[in-house]
């Protein structure tokens, strides 16, 4: 089968389409057709200095030599697609159900064909696309792992700092559907995203310092570094929480200091790590995604093969919402092609496609 693989360490043009061996489901397994895929911080990460700098520094280029585990690897931590096949022991799926969630290993969905734990996945909504499904399992998770471990319920304030990005802006719906207000953090350009996602208040951070914009939260959900600690801990009621998601450096940081700060504080300051919520709250996210609370915003959608260009749009303009990739590749099944003829309807009922 078809398969994007990591070929060495470098830019983004390393991740190339090759043949690989198609997987087989195992105990408690299914095969996936993909029909999408969806980019994640995991699969950008390592590209951003090379885009953003033009060149790789040192460490990384040490880094390099060891290539990170990656070289011939398919990545992909996101999948939508079909199910193919059943492996021994599996009995929630059946052939042809449209799926969504993890694959297996939490990669390998950039291909033609992944197996997952049919505990990783769940039915898509009839009235979701397969792009907008692909980008719920790993944002999604994070997202509402983020508003579960705040506590928001119905009433509170709540401060979703990058309200834009792939987590922030499915956080800032998830808070939504608990009942809060929400004021929502972005830059110029999301300003009217973010009100269109159902943001009560909008704060551009280009224009205004959040610190001094007004507005105690009994929540604070910061996403990606950003915003400092000091900052977040001052935005906070006394009782009221905030939760750290992603980020490096000075964000990781932020998360584990957080908790000895919050020590005689009144305030709680806590992180979500992806690894701890990995497939938590699937279930409630395909019904929300059914029902239409939470919609993923498609800033883009790109073939599989053009993973390095997605990548590369990313990375320099920053996520807004999340970037889908189509298995273009995988076939696509069509009626055996019929010879044309002239269309006799008369020309006020024919298709605009036709010739004649």
Avoid at 31 to 59: D, H, W
Avoid at 131 to 144: I, T
Avoid at 229 to 245: A, C, E, H, M
Avoid at 279 to 307: C, M, N, Y
Wanted: charged share 20%; proline share 5%; net charge positive.
């Amino acid at each position: 089968m078809k398969a994007i693989v990591y070929t060495r360490f470098g830019e983004p043009e390393v991740l190339q389409e090759q043949e690989v061996a198609r997987p087989v489901p195992g105990d408690g397994q299914v095969l996936v057709e993909v029909r999408a895929s969806s980019l994640n911080v995991t699969e950008t990460k390592q590209f951003a200095q090379q885009i953003e700098q033009g060149t790789l520094s040192p460490v990384m280029k040490a880094m390099g030599k060891f290539a990170l585990g990656i070289v011939g690897e398919v990545p992909g931590n996101d999948v939508a697609g079909v199910v193919v096949e059943v492996g021994a022991g599996a009995t929630r799926f059946k052939k042809g159900d449209e799926v969504f969630g993890f694959p297996v290993r939490d990669r390998g969905a950039w291909a033609e064909y992944v197996c997952a734990d049919e505990g990783m996945l769940e039915l898509k909504p009839a009235g979701a696309s397969f792009e907008e499904a692909a980008c719920l399992p790993v944002a999604g998770s994070v997202a509402l792992a983020a508003v579960r471990k705040a506590g928001v319920r119905a009433g509170q304030s709540v401060l979703v700092h990058g309200a834009s990005g792939g987590v922030g802006h499915l956080a800032l719906q998830i808070a939504k559907t608990h009942g809060a207000s929400v004021t929502a953090v972005c830059g110029t350009r999301n300003v009217e995203l973010a009100y269109e996602l159902g943001a009560d208040r909008v704060v551009d951070y280009r224009k205004d310092d959040v610190a001094q914009a007004g507005g105690a939260y009994d929540a604070v959900i910061a996403v990606n570094g950003y915003c400092p600690l000091p900052t977040i801990k001052g935005l906070l009621v006394d009782g009221g929480t905030s939760v750290f998601v992603g980020g490096e450096g000075r964000a990781i940081v932020d998360g584990l200091l957080g908790p000895i700060l919050s020590i005689g504080s009144g305030r709680h300051l806590t992180s979500v790590v992806y690894a701890s919520i990995r497939g938590q709250g699937l279930d409630w996210l395909a019904r929300a995604l059914g029902g239409g609370q939470v919609r993923p915003v498609l800033d883009g959608v790109f073939p599989l093969g053009e993973a390095p260009q997605a990548i590369r749009k990313v990375v320099a303009e920053h996520a807004r919402g999340k970037t889908a990739l189509v298995a273009a590749f995988v076939p696509r099944r069509r009626p055996r092609a019929r010879r044309r003829t002239c269309d006799s309807r008369p020309a006020s009922t024919r298709s605009r496609r036709s010739r004649c």
